[in-house]
């Protein structure tokens, strides 16, 4: 009787070492988790290509407007509210967005800040630390930089790749650049 017992047991404890069932689930659960995480970094990935996109066109229009000479447009605040109206994929731009317009020294040609002005939501206005906004003069080469912050998707648990252009507060930084020339009057 104990005989039989433990035969069973062994033919049972073999029997499954040696059985191929659930195989296929194992492998499932294994890599599930790994292509699941990579489709949704990729989704994540497409979204911030959709804004840079749509940054980088908003970003044009805005400067045809400021070199057509559109007086709404001359000003920090006439800038983002023109980024804003063309910039339509974003609900709280005016909030998130950051514009710098400088003239260019084509005497020394300086370099600018490679920082661009980007301030997070939460941080209060300050008017000392407000980006430059200088029209300029005729013939002036003058630089546009745009700085806007959208909230991940998925939250910086799965922007792989994106990790790397997050602040503080896990926000997303795009950055859009033009320059142009001004018209003589």
Known sequence: MITSFMMKVKKTVFGFKRSEDGAATIEFVIMFPVIFSI???AYEMGLYMLNNVMLERAADLTVRELRLG??????????KQELCKNLSIV???AETVEVALQPVSTATWSPFPTSIP???RDEPVDPLNEPTVDAGSDNDLMFVRFCL???PFFGDSLSIGLSTITDANDDLNIFATTAFVNEPS
């Open 149 to 151: 912050k959208i909230k």
């Open 39 to 41: 489709f949704l970094s």
């Open 70 to 79: 559109n007086p709404n447009v001359t000003s920090a605040n006439g800038l």
């Open 91 to 93: 609900s709280d731009c």
């Open 118 to 120: 980007c301030r997070t």
